[in-house]
Structures are given as structure tokens and as C-alpha cells.
């Protein structure tokens, strides 16, 4: 993936992890651009927008979508996510896992569509889903989750140790 700036994500994850498995203390999620100059730029607007310089960053979205677009060409093409959790394993010991899915051809962020996609495949197929809002975590396995990622350009790196039901 070659060297790049990272930045804290805020996702659901953070507050979903801790809740569904209690031994969990840490969840961290991060993002970053394949090159710098948008990292920066997109930390800068956010800073701008945290000072309240600038009311909100939406009106500037497809003024920086369009740059995006034109600058593209010249920044590798690869991503990826690191998921990251700590906390207590059903041991009771202490328990650090990531997942770190690496992808090319600009497939990384399809990756958190994972979900959408399965649940979207089980619908589809006629099975029947709870009614209302859940955490996708609830009606999915690992496996569902994964086969939605196939065909995208994608190294799957879960660690040997990860539990299966915590990759999702």
C-alpha cells in the first residue's frame, strides 16, 4: 500500500464493538488517502469547520469530488482499512486483533458496503429479516460479509488469531 497519513474514522464500529462484546475496551478505525496532499487538504477543511471558520464542508463536496477526480490519475490506486480491537478474550487474558483488508484499483472503499451488499444478497434470495433498524453484526456471518467483497481487487488479511464472528 506504500506509506501514507492515517486518520481516525468516525463509524459505528467504535460504539457497536464494545457493546456486542463486553471484553472489548478499544476500538480504533482509520482511514487515509493514497496521497498526502488530499489527507491534508481534508484535515485542514475539518479543522477549518471544528474552529467554525467554515459552517459545514457539504457545499464543498463536489467542488472537491471533481478535484478528486482530475487529481486521481496521479496517486497509486491501493487502500486499505485497519480495524483494530483490544480488550479480553473469553479467557479472560488480554486480547489485541486487527483486520486489515488491502485493496487496489481504488476497490477500498467498497469494503464497508460489505454489509449492505449481504444483507441486500439474503433479501433478494427471500430470507426473512427481523423488522426495524440493527447492527448488520446481528443477521450476518463472516463468510456472507466476505463473499459480498468478492470480485473487488482485494487482499483479505484477517490474523491468524481473530475469532471468526469478530471480522465482520
Known sequence: MGPRLLGNCDVPDLALFPERYPGVRNVSFHAG???VSGHLAIWMLALLTRMRL???MTSLAERVHTLAEFLEPWFRDRGGIFVELEGAGHDGAALRLSWN??????????IPCGGAVALARKLARGERLPCGAAPCVEFLSVEEYLAALDGLDMRKVPPRDMPKVLAV
Not at 101 to 110: D, F, G, Q
Open 33 to 35: 488517502f493514497a496521497g
Open 54 to 56: 467554515l459552517r459545514s
Open 101 to 110: 483488508p488491502l485493496a487496489a484499483r481504488n476497490h477500498c472503499p467498497y
